[in-house]
């Protein structure tokens, strides 16, 4: 039953003794007294925001220094904001006129309809070059040449794409800001165009001809075994390096040969690899060396025993094999994907293998194949074809 409002008086909690912990006496519509410890009182306010919908609590001050008449007067000023559009810790700000870029960011962040993983690597990126130096800045203070001078440091270092993605991240939370009325307009737009992403260059990649003197190569090179495992299953699933290695037994069914790979974001489909026999090969093995206990199929190998093998290590394997500056280890894909139009196979089903989204929109909207049995003897026609080129150079599963 909901509390009637003012349902204590000043002798109440006066007299009030703590329960436990903390002891919470209602006064209705989410005020309440909170006893802590043995003479500790003061009023706090409890509610569902309005647009997070989150439960939250404000403290508003201490008894008796705060006396019960303020603090229902209190609770009638965050009563209304409440009910606005706009989070009440924002509104407070406003009327403080303390809305500084952190907090607007992280509310913004918080509640993007995007996967946990993206937000983190957002507000990271913030956090890192942002946050210390204009984190503190009210939003009403920002002008272009102000955060360029962030963004220009950030670029000084090497790191291009990171401004650029930052500059985006900025121009995002202020076209929220705009809409939500915390300012009036968006003057940073123009960074968008400003700091655009670097052209991308295709990923370096060898030819099919080349593929038996590449595995005598690698088929020479001391390895761990595991490593050697990453190698090769990179190779059959035409995957990505870090979907490789941080690749979870969860995910994997051996019974049905799929591999599902959660999707990067809501608006994703799942990425469904079909394992070929060969790569069913190399999990089994990977299951005698180390077992599959661990969460990932490639366990780090250093320090943090918790996490997976880095999406660098077949990088750093083909700087020490001698192909550097030939050979990239996202190049794997670009390699399966020129040897399968070369030999003919079906378009849509080395893009769907390849995990690619398609970019004609009416294409996107009405063609939902899955393609299923055909990707099934896509992937068992590269495998074959991988171990045919490797000649005499043993795969893993033979090897180990």
Not at 85 to 106: G, M, Q, W, Y
Not at 220 to 244: V, Y
Request: charged letters at 25%; one cysteine or more; hydrophobic letters at 35%.
């Amino acid at each position: 039953m909901t509390k009637p409002l003012n349902s204590l008086c000043d002798l109440q909690i006066k007299n009030a003794k703590p329960e436990g912990n903390d002891t919470l006496l209602c006064d209705g519509g989410g005020l309440y007294v909170r006893i802590r410890g043995k003479n500790s009182k003061s009023f706090i306010f409890i509610y569902s925001d309005s647009v997070t919908k989150k439960r939250c609590k404000q403290t508003l001050g201490k008894y008796p220094n705060l006396s019960l008449r303020d603090a229902r007067a209190l609770r009638e000023t965050l009563t209304n904001n409440v009910i606005s559009t706009i989070p009440c810790h924002i509104s407070n700000a406003i009327a403080n006129k303390s809305l500084n870029f952190e907090d607007v960011a992280r509310d913004y962040i918080e509640n993007k309809d995007i996967l946990q993983s993206s937000k983190s690597d957002e507000l990271v990126r913030l956090e890192k070059y942002v946050f210390p130096s204009l984190g503190g800045v009210n939003i009403d203070e920002f002008t272009p040449a102000l955060v360029s001078h962030v963004l220009e440091q950030v670029i000084a270092r090497g790191y291009k794409e990171t401004a650029s993605r930052i500059a985006s991240s900025i121009v995002s939370i202020f076209n929220d800001a705009t809409c939500r009325g915390l300012i009036e307009m968006n003057a940073l737009t123009p960074l968008k165009s400003v700091y655009k992403s670097p052209k991308s260059t295709p990923f370096l990649t060898i030819k099919w001809r080349e593929l038996r003197t590449f595995f005598q190569t690698l088929g020479s090179a001391d390895l761990l075994p595991i490593t050697r495992c990453l190698i090769e299953f990179q190779f059959h699933t035409i995957t990505r390096p870090i979907e490789a290695a941080s690749a979870r037994w969860a995910d994997i069914d051996l019974e049905q040969r799929i591999w599902t790979i959660p999707s990067k974001s809501k608006n994703e489909l799942k990425h469904k690899i079909m394992l070929s026999q060969q790569t069913v090969n190399i999990l089994s093995t990977i299951k005698s060396l180390i077992g599959d206990k661990h969460e990932f199929v490639f366990p780090n190998q250093g320090r943090n025993r918790n996490g997976h093998m880095s999406s660098q290590t077949v990088n750093a394997v083909l700087k020490r094999i001698g192909y550097q500056g030939r050979f990239h280890g996202h190049g794997t894909r670009s390699l399966a994907s020129t040897t399968l139009n070369e030999f003919g196979v079906n378009y849509d089903h080395i893009e769907k293998s390849l995990g690619h989204i398609e970019q004609n929109d009416s294409r996107r909207a009405y063609n939902r194949a899955e393609y299923i049995h055909q990707r099934r003897d896509l992937m068992d026609f590269w495998s074959t074809f991988l171990v045919q080129q490797a000649g005499s150079t043993l795969p893993c599963w033979e090897r180990y």
